[in-house]
């Protein structure tokens, strides 16, 4: 009963610090210490259970998820810096226009983030141009970060095929497939967010039309862009198409037919590997395409590296991080009576795995970290499930990834924080439309491909 009420503590306490803006780089290992101490008593293993759980957890996914981290906030970087991500953006509004204000914001954040823009770059890219689009339609400035949000934290980061988002790499190493997993499931899932979000938002902006409420009154202290000399939208995207080609031919065509029984002697195999090492690949050549079509124009390509690379420490930390709170979480006696419970649930392993990354990812307010702990634990457990029910291990990749961007977006989420922080506003005036388009619709989408999945293959 101490080890169920201590560890109900520990999620409180995270939950809440992470709320109030503590970095998780901090606060992680000292509430999984403290955990230790209310469970298991202060005893003389308390810091062997930080270098030895802990760390070994937080060292694990850096070894397995920097390089992706590091060659994608440098890819955001280019895009940013040679003014390919603006040039999306601008283009795709301008072509919309101001009557499509909404739908404008929404295809600019999904074509940047399937891209392999962050997130937070998407958020500080759109703003400016959805404040002023928004102003010019007169629709509530309230709107913006749901907006923002359907277009950069849903289908393009967990469902749609070839995505290069962390929340969809992740899976590959645990049951050794590819970004392009179940296509045909992603496309679906893609569609019912896009349109399912699309629907709240509109009918939130005839609402407010309805009663006049307008753009309302807000200090913004924008900087107005010049988009005078944006790249045209072909050059813009074109790294992004490399991104897509490279990384569908390296997965289905040339890693399909090499002999990784080499990699034995690293202990490990070609399908664990060959997912991630696709993504990688393909980065650096759009890196590179960047790089050398733009070399004139990049000013100081050390400072824009340099930044790149700075960029990616903190998400690799904070997500480091929670997969090391989780890692000392997993070696509690308490734990085998979760995993027990989420088992007795469902034997289907598809329905355990939605439930476990969900309510992981949304403890740990973080998809990347909250997958990464729930994967650990339970997906050889799933994989040996899958195999006795003839489930391909791609409809588990994608569950995986699908669960996985449903209760992260809770309040105490960075990436929420900080697009609410950008846009001036606080949780009472716009959280509610980012919880329906990032939780509730996406959690209604994957409760519909796990009954479909279900009653298909089961």
Do not use: Q
């Given at each position: 009963m101490i080890s169920i009420l201590g560890l109900i503590f520990s999620l409180i306490l995270i939950m809440y610090l992470a709320y109030k803006g503590y970095s998780t780089i901090i606060t992680a290992p000292l509430v999984a210490l403290l955990t230790l101490i209310i469970t298991t008593?202060?005893?003389?293993?308390?810091?062997?259970?930080?270098?030895?759980?802990?760390?070994?957890?937080?060292?694990?996914?850096?070894?397995?998820?920097?390089?992706?981290?590091?060659?994608?906030?440098?890819?955001?970087?280019?895009?940013?810096?040679?003014?390919?991500?603006?040039?999306?953006?601008?283009?795709?509004?301008?072509?919309?226009?101001?009557e499509k204000s909404v739908l404008a914001v929404v295809l600019s954040g999904a074509l940047l983030t399937y891209g392999g823009v962050s997130l937070f770059v998407v958020a500080f890219i759109l703003y400016p141009i959805a404040s002023t689009l928004f102003k010019e339609a007169d629709i509530p400035k309230r709107l913006i970060p749901g907006t923002i949000a359907l277009g950069a934290f849903t289908f393009t980061m967990t469902a749609t095929p070839g995505s290069p988002e962390i929340q969809n790499v992740i899976p590959m190493k645990y049951f050794g497939t590819d970004t392009f997993a179940a296509p045909l499931i992603g496309i679906f899932a893609s569609i019912l967010m896009f349109t399912l979000g699309m629907i709240w938002l509109m009918s939130r902006v005839k609402s407010a039309k309805n009663s006049n409420e307008g753009y309302g009154n807000h200090n913004d202290s924008i900087i107005q862009e010049d988009y005078s000399n944006v790249p045209n939208l072909f050059s813009a995207v074109l790294p992004i198409i490399i991104i897509f080609i490279s990384n569908l031919f390296l997965s289905k065509v040339y890693y399909a037919n090499v002999d990784g029984s080499y990699l034995s002697d690293f202990n490990t195999t070609l399908d664990s590997v060959s997912g991630?090492?696709?993504?990688?690949?393909?980065?650096?050549?759009?890196?590179?395409?960047?790089?050398?079509?733009?070399?004139?124009?990049?000013?100081?390509?050390?400072?824009?590296?340099?930044?790149?690379?700075?960029?990616?420490?903190?998400?690799?930390?904070?997500?480091?991080a929670i997969v090391g709170y989780g890692s000392v979480i997993k070696s509690l006696e308490v734990f085998t009576l979760i995993q027990t419970f989420i088992f007795?649930?469902?034997?289907?392993?598809?329905?355990?795995?939605?439930l476990s990354v969900n309510l992981i990812c949304g403890i740990t307010a973080s998809a990347s970290g909250g997958l990464g702990i729930s994967l650990d634990a339970l997906a050889s457990t799933y994989l040996q499930m899958a195999?006795?029910?003839?489930?391909?291990?791609?409809?588990?990749?994608?569950?995986?990834?699908?669960?996985?961007?449903?209760?992260?977006?809770?309040?105490?989420?960075?990436?929420?924080?900080?697009?609410?922080?950008?846009?001036?506003?606080?949780?009472?005036?716009?959280?509610?439309?980012?919880?329906?388009?990032?939780?509730?619709?996406?959690?209604?989408?994957?409760?519909?491909?796990?009954?479909?999945?279900?009653f298909l293959l089961v």
């Open positions: 008593g202060f005893d003389s293993h308390l810091m062997a259970n930080y270098t030895e759980v802990y760390m070994v957890g937080f060292s694990n996914f850096i070894k397995n998820y920097f390089p992706l981290f590091m060659t994608g906030a440098i890819f955001a970087k280019l895009m940013e810096d040679v003014g390919y991500a603006k040039s999306i953006a601008y283009y795709i509004t301008k072509k919309l226009g101001k991630t090492w696709s993504v990688i690949i393909a980065i650096v050549l759009a890196d590179l395409f960047i790089i050398v079509t733009n070399f004139k124009k990049i000013k100081n390509l050390k400072s824009v590296l340099d930044t790149g690379v700075s960029n990616s420490f903190r998400p690799l930390l904070n997500s480091s007795g649930i469902s034997k289907n392993p598809i329905i355990s795995e939605a195999n006795e029910l003839n489930i391909s291990p791609e409809i588990l990749h994608r569950i995986a990834s699908l669960s996985s961007g449903g209760l992260d977006t809770l309040p105490h989420n960075g990436a929420v924080i900080t697009t609410l922080a950008i846009c001036g506003l606080t949780h009472k005036e716009a959280y509610k439309d980012i919880f329906v388009t990032s939780v509730i619709i996406p959690i209604f989408t994957t409760f519909v491909v796990v009954i479909l999945t279900s």
